[in-house]
């Protein structure tokens, strides 16, 4: 079992920069696909970006292309989110997901564990 903790959230002026970190616990989390979610008050939680643990492929969705980065350092057991440009409607909580199936790394549905969240806040 994956336990997850999210982390580095927290209040950033529009264009600024924020990373977060997802610190796993648990055997072979580099075996795990994994991915970045987001969810806004009143909103259903969203696809950021994800990283498919057989291929190293990442993917992003339309509004973190070309401002996020995700990265996964295994040697730490633990996953990056680096935000770029943040706009207020970025301003959601964070969560950190993983799962052994890659066949949909943006399904939310897939995904086996979570961490608690992490909120980022973007003024304008």
């Known amino acids: 079992q994956v336990q997850l903790v999210e982390s580095g959230g927290g209040l950033v002026q529009a264009g600024g920069s924020l990373r977060l970190s997802c610190a796993a616990s648990?055997?072979?989390?580099?075996?795990?696909?994994a991915g970045w979610f987001r969810q806004a008050p009143g909103k259903e939680r969203e696809f950021v970006a994800g990283?498919?643990?057989?291929?190293?492929?990442?993917y992003y969705s339309d509004s973190a292309k070309g401002r996020f980065t995700i990265s996964r350092e295994n040697a730490e057991n633990t996953m990056y989110l680096q935000m770029n440009n943040l706009r207020p409607e970025d301003t959601a909580v964070y969560y950190c997901?993983?799962?052994?199936?890659?066949?949909?790394?943006?399904?939310?549905?897939?995904?086996?564990?979570w961490g608690q969240g992490t909120q980022v806040t973007v003024s304008s």
């Open positions: 648990g055997p072979a989390f580099a075996t795990y696909t």
């Open positions: 997901g993983a799962t052994r199936w890659v066949g949909a790394v943006s399904n939310a549905d897939a995904y086996n564990y």
């Open positions: 990283h498919r643990s057989t291929d190293g492929s990442t």
